[in-house]
Nanobody, 125 residues
Framework: QVQLVESGGGLVQAGGSLRLSCAAS????????MGWFRQAPGKEREFAAA????????YYPDSVEGRFTISRDNAKNTVYLQMNSLKPDDTAVYYC??????????????????WGQGTQVTVSS
């Protein structure tokens, strides 16, 4: 069992930056690929970033490529999402997720086993 707790959300002006953190419980954090998803009001949850168990591989959709960076510190059981050049369209609840993996990462929500409660990110224009 893995419990995930996100933090770092808030209100920021367009062009600004935020760093989200996701702290995981348990001693097997390094066995999990981690991902960030987001869901805006009235929209489906969408993939935002993914990282492999050792941080060696990352993947982003075109909508955030070059602006978001996912990273992890397995010693601290924490995954991060650095978000730069934020736009109003980035406004959403951001969720971190953990998926048990042998190698690689996942880009679909159905592939993840555990989810955090979410943290709100609001970008004003």
């Amino acid at each position: 069992q893995v419990q995930l707790v996100e933090s770092g959300g808030g209100l920021v002006q367009a062009g600004g930056s935020l760093r989200l953190s996701c702290a995981a419980s348990g001693r097997t954090f390094s066995r999990y690929a981690m991902g960030w998803f987001r869901q805006a009001p009235g929209k489906e949850r969408e993939f935002a970033a993914a990282i492999s168990w050792n941080g060696g591989r990352t993947y982003y959709p075109d909508s955030v490529e070059g602006r978001f960076t996912i990273s992890r510190d397995n010693a601290k059981n924490t995954v991060y999402l650095q978000m730069n050049s934020l736009k109003p369209d980035d406004t959403a609840v951001y969720y971190c997720a953990a998926g048990l993996v042998v190698s690689g990462y996942f880009t679909h929500a159905s592939e993840y086993n555990y989810w955090g409660q979410g943290t709100q990110v609001t970008v004003s224009s």
